[in-house]
């Protein structure tokens, strides 16, 4: 199998980076910063894989790295930039990163992931992260921060 590109950013290397995908390539997922910032980004990854979302993770994120500027989805670097107030609230950190996944995913097959229309879809992704793991976490704090995350979700625009 070649080598996932370092960078995805022309042509050929989204070209090479998508035939290893759809050959099964996954990411060691890297978390880079502070140890506080590395133990939130954990319980997050906890919760994903509470949702069975972990492996699709993998798939379109190599890094999850700490800034101190806007949390961010760089393409070229297959990498979530994200600041301290992002991974907060675990819940809600672990469907950010599903929803910069799926962000990822349609860089990577073409698609047009910015704009009103992919930013619409992406928050479905991200809705629907929160919906299955309400339904498969046994944590009852968990379950609620879904439903108050999913309410909150309902009563955007975006959402639906």
């Known amino acids: 199998m070649k080598e996932f ?7 050929e290397e989204v070209k090479t980076a998508k035939a290893l995908i759809d ?15 590395k133990e939130k980004v954990n319980h997050a990854l906890e919760l994903i ?11 379109y994120i190599r890094k999850i790295m700490e800034i101190d500027g806007i949390t961010q ?3 070229t670097e297959v990498a979530i930039w ?9 819940v809600d950190a672990a469907s950010l990163l599903i ?9 990577i097959e073409g ?10 879809r992406s928050v479905a992704k991200r809705v629907e992260f929160l919906q299955v793991l309400r339904d498969k976490s046994g944590d009852k704090n968990v379950k609620e921060e879904c439903e108050r995350l999913l309410q909150m979700w309902k009563e955007s625009s975006l959402a639906f």
Request: charged fraction near 30%.
């Open 99 to 107: 929803q910069k996944a799926y962000h990822m995913k349609e860089y």
């Open 5 to 11: 590109p370092e960078r995805v950013y022309t042509t």
């Open 23 to 37: 050959e099964g390539y996954k990411h060691n997922l890297t978390i880079e910063g502070s140890p506080d910032f």
């Open 82 to 90: 994200a600041n301290k107030f992002a991974v907060e609230n675990p």
């Open 111 to 120: 698609e047009l992931y910015y704009g009103g229309n992919a930013e619409k």
């Open 49 to 59: 894989k509470t949702a069975g979302y972990f492996e699709f993770l993998r798939v």
């Open 73 to 75: 989805l760089r393409e």
